[in-house]
């Protein structure tokens, strides 16, 4: 005999599993995070992060990381408040191309892995405002024209996400002065001074909220 499931049952059994598959594929979206900046196209991915924004850590390994490969970094600083204090529970967002300066792809991606490609991650700070991730040093886009960059998106609690200036790489010889003074140091400035430590090239940027993001309160 066929049990049949009456309409109110189904609508929660529906809820229940539209809440599982959210849990088990990111962050869900608050309607209720105040608008900040001046529109973020791509921003969306920050909800993209592979568990809920608790279960972040403050340090990330990208995928392409390899510790035998020379062009490994490791980039590490301090997200601070407007008011200069140590911001603790702030969600970076971050991707890039590979050494060839494209955004690579496996073929089975989904959402904004088919824009932004595998090398990418987030990261959330911890009660220090600390945050540090691994990679590998990207490529310019094809050309050679533009600087080499790492995208990076905030998402503060109680804000919608906003961009901030792309991490860039003072030694860049694309980098030139022209390019530089088109920077709007969204975040406080971008560019990184590296230094080699041996095993690796560090550099440290802090990022300060709210500094030249339109429609910031």
Same mark, same amino acid.
């Given at each position: 005999?066929?049990?049949?499931?009456?309409?109110?049952?189904?609508?929660?059994?529906?809820?229940?599993?539209?809440?599982i598959?959210? %849990? %088990?594929?990111?962050?869900? @979206?608050?309607?209720?995070?105040?608008?900040?900046?001046?529109?973020?196209?791509?921003?969306? %991915?920050?909800?993209?992060?592979?568990?809920s924004? $608790?279960?972040?850590?403050?340090?990330?390994?990208?995928?392409?990381?390899k510790e035998?490969?020379?062009?490994r970094? %490791?980039?590490?600083?301090?997200?601070?408040?407007?008011?200069?204090?140590?911001?603790?529970?702030?969600?970076?967002?971050?991707?890039?191309?590979?050494?060839?300066?494209?955004?690579?792809?496996?073929?089975?991606?989904?959402?904004?892995?088919?824009?932004? /490609?595998?090398?990418?991650?987030?990261m959330?700070?911890?009660?220090?405002?600390?945050?540090?991730?691994?990679t590998? &040093?990207?490529?310019?886009?094809?050309?050679?024209?533009?600087?080499?960059?790492?995208?990076?998106?905030?998402?503060e609690?109680?804000?919608?996400?906003?961009?901030?200036?792309?991490?860039?790489? $003072?030694? $860049?010889p694309?980098?030139?002065d022209?390019? &530089?003074?088109?920077?709007?140091?969204r975040?406080?400035?971008?560019?990184? @001074?590296?230094? $080699?430590? /041996?095993?690796?090239?560090?550099?440290? &940027?802090?990022?300060?909220? /709210?500094?030249?993001?339109?429609?910031?309160?």
């Amino acid at each position: 005999m066929v049990k049949i499931i009456s309409m109110k049952k189904l609508q929660l059994l529906s809820c229940f599993i539209l809440l599982i598959l959210q %849990a %088990a594929c990111g962050q869900k @979206k608050s309607s209720g995070d105040q608008p900040v900046g001046d529109g973020c196209e791509g921003c969306e %991915a920050v909800f993209e992060s592979p568990g809920s924004f $608790d279960k972040l850590s403050d340090m990330v390994w990208l995928s392409d990381w390899k510790e035998t490969d020379p062009r490994r970094i %490791a980039i590490n600083g301090v997200v601070y408040k407007p008011d200069g204090s140590p911001a603790p529970d702030v969600v970076i967002y971050i991707y890039h191309t590979d050494s060839t300066g494209i955004y690579p792809t496996r073929g089975n991606e989904k959402g904004f892995d088919r824009q932004h /490609g595998y090398l990418r991650g987030w990261m959330k700070t911890n009660e220090k405002g600390e945050y540090k991730f691994f990679t590998m &040093r990207p490529g310019s886009y094809p050309g050679g024209k533009n600087p080499a960059h790492i995208h990076a998106m905030i998402k503060e609690p109680g804000k919608v996400p906003y961009w901030i200036d792309d991490y860039l790489f $003072d030694d $860049d010889p694309v980098l030139t002065d022209r390019e &530089r003074s088109k920077l709007r140091q969204r975040g406080g400035n971008g560019i990184l @001074k590296m230094k $080699d430590v /041996g095993n690796m090239v560090k550099s440290e &940027r802090n990022i300060y909220l /709210g500094k030249n993001i339109p429609n910031y309160k």
